[in-house]
């Protein structure tokens, strides 16, 4: 099973991915798919992006300049790139700064899948989701929120939670305390999907996933997930594995 296709991305999407452990390598697999299936695909962030990750992905422009972003864009496709990240500006740390929203809704017209990062989690399996975030373009069409199973059971603390603070007041796991299958389906329910609008799909991608325990364990939070009403769920084997093995629960 391709994961564009577990995750019900078509041409026309746009598809903003939040949440933590594994983002980055699920938006590079299903780009992948996608140009292997003949589409032209944007990938942009809204807040920052590796360099590293950007050029496993295709050709990068920057411009601070929004119509200047898009012209450039559309040259690189029609020139004949499948796959093109936009970004603001390159920064420091080897990152590109991502573009506001807006700019996401004017350059979705331009390719068949627009694939979007919408916040940051210093590469931690899941995070506590602050007020700020996660920036969600209004041309989105599909919202995918992520979580490592590797987080359940792990205490709640810096190594293992980005913002644990905030974790904790939205689950009411105290720090230092153990994630359970409830608190890491409320984090991605009610954290990473607490702003999207009504009309646009949901998904919950569990990373992480394999045969055995891990498979237990995200049966487990699928199951919390279905309680919340995200019915639409999908396990992956990223970012371990590339490609991915993809299970739908």
Request: proline share 6%; glycine share 10%.
């Amino acid at each position: 099973m391709k994961l564009h296709g577990a995750l019900g991305i078509s041409t026309g999407d746009v598809v903003a991915f939040a949440g933590a452990g594994g983002k980055s390598a699920a938006i590079l697999q299903v780009a992948q798919e996608l140009t292997e299936a003949g589409m032209t695909v944007i990938t942009v962030p809204t807040t920052k992006m590796f360099l590293g990750e950007v050029e496993r992905l295709g050709s990068l422009v920057i411009s601070e300049v929004p119509q200047e972003l898009a012209a450039k864009v559309k040259a690189a496709l029609y020139g004949g790139d499948d796959s093109v990240v936009a970004g603001r500006a390159m920064i420091s740390k080897n990152r590109i700064d991502g573009v506001g929203p807006d700019v996401v809704d004017d350059l979705a017209p331009l390719a068949d899948v627009v694939l979007v990062e919408a916040d940051g989690s210093r590469r931690r399996p899941i995070k506590g989701t602050a007020t700020h975030e996660p920036v969600i373009p209004a041309s989105s069409t599909l919202v995918v929120a992520v979580g490592n199973v590797s987080a359940l059971g792990s205490p709640v603390d810096e190594d293992h939670v980005h913002r644990p603070a905030v974790f904790s007041e939205l689950t009411g796991v105290s720090p230092g305390q153990s994630i359970t299958a409830r608190a890491f389906a409320r984090a991605l329910a009610e954290g990473s999907l607490a702003k999207v609008p009504e009309t646009t799909r949901t998904a919950a991608l569990i990373t992480g996933v394999e045969p055995g325990r891990p498979m237990a364990d995200a049966s487990a939070i699928a199951r919390e997930l279905w309680r919340f009403g995200l019915n639409d769920v999908v396990l992956t084997s990223l970012p371990q594995n590339t490609p991915s093995r993809v299970w739908v629960p």
